[in-house]
C-alpha cells in the first residue's frame, strides 16, 4: 500500500504528509508512522471544505482518496457494524484497544476504516502491507511500541493491509505483541481469514465482516463526489446512462467507480463539456457500456441465450454471454446457481460429474468471489457445454410427477413398510421383505412401486456419454426386479435365472 497516499491529512497551508517509521525504516518497508494534524483535531475530525484543504490528500490526490469519509457516520454500506458500543466504532473512537481483522472485499471501506483510525489524537499509528514487510519489520515496530509504552508515550496502532499475504512466521510474531496490547492489531484481508489467518491470531482479534456495496450505495457515493468540494464540487453534470454504466462497472468497488468518475470528469473537461454522457465515460475507461438490466428484459433474454448455448453445446457462444454478464455486473452467484441447475436438467447422467463440477463453481464463487471466481466459472462452463448431453433425468421426474398429480399410486407394499415400531409386525409391515445384500448378484426379485404403478418406466436412458453404460444395464434390472425374463447377463449383474438366497435378509429393513 501507498502509505503516504492512503494515510495523509489536511493541514492548514497545505496537505501534510507523514513522518519516518520508527527504527529508522523508510517507505522502501511499505511502513509510515502517523501522527494526527496539528491543532488537536481528534477522531471524526474531517477536513475544511474549500481552499486548499478541500482533498484530505492534497488537490492532486486521487479522487478515491479526496472522498474518503472524514467520520464514521460517512461511511456507506456497512450499516451492520455502525451501531452505537459496536466493535468498529470503539476501534475507530479509540474508547476500546482491541485488535480487529477487517475482511471483505476490494473498495467496500478497510482502508478508509484504517484511515479513521489513523486520525485519533491520543494514539501512534504505523501502517505496513503485507507484500513488502518481512518479520524484521513487525519486530522493530513491536520494539519501539514497547519503548513507547515504558516511556509512558501513545499506544501504537499496527495496520497490516494484505494480512493473509504474512506466512505462518510472521503471523507468530504478532501474538505476543497482540496478546499483551503493545500493540492493538488492524489486518485488512480479501481472503477468509478462516483459512488465510492463523487460528492464535485470529482468536487474539474481533473478526469483522465488510460487505460489498450495493448498486445504491455506489450511486449515492458518485453523487456526493460530483457536488462535493472534496470531489468534482458541481464542475460538470453526469448523464443518468453514464451514471448507469459507472455503477455497473464497478461492481460493488466504490473506489473503482470513484476512479471511473475521475477519468470520466477529465475526458469530458478535455473535450470543453459541461456534461459527461455515456459516449464520454466509455471513451474515458475504454469500456464499453454493456446494456443489460438486472431486472429487465436483457436479463432474461440473455441468461436465456446462455442456457440454450450451454444446452446446444456451442462453448463459444456461452463463453460469450458469461462474459456479457460478469462484464454488466450480473450476480456471479445467479450464474453458478443456474449452472448447477442445467448440469442436472440438460447433463444428467450421461456425465454425472458435470454437477460435481457446477457445484464447485458455486462454491468457488462463495469462497473466492469476484475476480478471481470468473476463472472458475468458465471452467465449468466449458466442461457443460462440451459435456455429453441428456434430459432423462428431467423427463423421468416430469413422468413421475404427472402421475402422482393425476393421482395414480396407491399404498405402499406391505413388504416395504417399516417395521421398527411396536405392534409393526402385528400388521404384516416388512414381511416378506427381500434383502438384495444377501443375494451374489446384489438384486432381487421384489414390487418396490405401489400396485398401481407396477411395470411402469419414467427413466428412459440415452445412449450419450456415460448413460450409454447405464442404458445397457438397466433393461437386466428391471428384468431381475420384476421377474419378468429367463437368463441373461451383463458385467456387474448375474444372469436373472437365479433367484438368490433370501434366508439372512428375510424381513430386514
Not at 421377474?483 to 428375510?506: C, L, Q, Y
Request: glycine residues 10%; contains cysteine; charged residues 20%.
Amino acid at each position: 500500500m501507498e502509505s503516504d497516499v492512503l494515510f495523509s491529512y489536511p493541514a492548514s497551508g497545505g496537505p501534510r504528509g507523514a513522518r519516518p517509521a520508527a527504527g529508522g525504516m523508510g517507505a522502501e518497508h511499505g511502513l509510515g508512522d502517523f501522527s494526527p494534524p496539528p491543532g488537536g483535531s481528534g477522531p471524526g475530525t474531517g477536513p475544511t471544505p474549500g481552499g486548499s484543504d478541500r482533498a484530505s490528500g492534497g488537490e492532486a490526490a486521487p479522487l478515491p482518496v479526496r472522498m474518503r469519509p472524514a467520520t464514521i457516520d460517512e461511511l456507506v454500506g456497512q450499516e451492520h457494524l455502525l451501531a452505537p458500543g459496536s466493535p468498529l466504532r470503539q476501534l475507530v473512537t479509540g474508547s476500546a484497544p482491541m485488535s480487529v481483522i477487517l475482511w471483505g472485499p476490494p473498495g467496500c471501506g478497510k482502508t478508509t476504516v484504517a484511515h479513521l483510525v489513523a486520525r485519533a489524537t491520543d494514539r501512534r499509528f504505523v501502517a505496513m502491507s503485507a507484500l513488502s514487510a518481512g518479520v524484521k519489520d513487525v519486530r522493530a515496530v513491536i520494539d519501539e511500541a514497547r519503548r513507547q509504552r515504558r516511556t509512558g508515550g501513545p499506544p501504537t496502532v499496527l495496520f497490516i493491509d494484505e494480512v493473509h499475504r504474512f506466512s505462518k512466521t510472521q503471523q507468530d510474531s504478532l501474538l505476543a505483541a497482540v496478546e499483551d496490547r503493545t500493540v492493538t492489531l488492524l489486518a485488512a484481508t480479501t481472503e477468509n481469514p478462516h483459512f488465510s489467518v492463523i487460528s492464535p491470531l485470529l482468536s487474539r482479534c474481533v473478526l469483522l465482516t465488510l460487505r460489498p456495496l450495493g448498486d445504491d450505495a455506489v450511486r449515492g457515493l458518485l453523487r456526493r463526489a460530483m457536488t462535493d468540494e472534496r470531489g468534482l464540487a458541481g464542475a460538470v453534470r453526469l448523464a443518468q446512462p453514464a451514471e448507469d454504466h459507472l455503477v455497473r462497472l464497478a461492481g460493488g468497488d466504490v473506489r473503482k467507480a470513484l476512479t471511473a468518475l475521475e477519468a470520466a470528469a477529465s475526458a469530458a473537461a478535455a473535450r470543453e463539456l459541461d456534461e459527461i454522457d455515456l459516449d464520454t465515460a466509455e471513451q474515458a475507461i475504454d469500456v464499453a457500456a454493456v446494456r443489460y438490466d438486472r431486472d429487465g428484459d436483457a436479463h432474461y433474454d440473455i441468461t436465456s441465450a446462455f442456457i440454450k448455448s450451454l444446452r446446444g453445446s456451442d462453448v463459444d457462444a456461452a463463453l460469450h454471454w458469461l462474459a456479457r454478464m460478469l462484464v454488466a455486473g450480473e450476480d456471479a452467484r445467479f450464474i453458478a446457481r443456474r449452472m448447477v441447475i442445467f448440469a442436472s436438467e440438460d447433463i444428467g447422467m450421461a456425465d454425472p460429474g458435470a454437477l460435481s463440477v457446477a457445484t464447485a463453481a458455486a462454491h468457488a464463487v462463495e469462497y473466492v468471489g469476484l475476480p478471481e471466481a470468473q476463472l472458475n466459472l468458465a471452467q465449468a462452463v466449458i466442461h457443460l457445454a462440451t459435456a455429453p448431453k441428456s434430459n432423462s433425468a428431467t423427463t423421468a421426474l416430469s413422468a413421475a410427477v404427472a402421475d402422482v398429480r393425476a393421482g395414480r399410486g396407491g399404498a405402499v407394499p406391505a413388504h416395504l413398510r417399516d417395521g421398527h415400531y411396536s405392534g409393526a409386525r402385528g400388521l404384516g409391515h416388512g414381511r416378506g421383505y427381500r434383502y438384495p445384500h444377501d443375494d451374489h448378484r446384489g438384486v432381487v426379485t421384489q414390487q418396490y412401486p405401489p400396485d398401481e404403478l407396477a411395470g411402469v418406466d419414467y427413466y428412459q436412458p440415452t445412449e450419450h456419454g456415460a448413460e450409454r453404460t447405464v442404458a445397457a444395464r438397466l433393461p437386466v434390472l428391471r428384468r431381475i426386479v420384476r421377474g419378468t425374463a429367463g437368463p441373461m447377463t451383463e458385467p456387474g449383474v448375474a444372469s436373472d435365472d437365479d433367484s438368490g438366497s433370501t434366508t439372512a435378509g428375510e424381513e430386514q429393513q
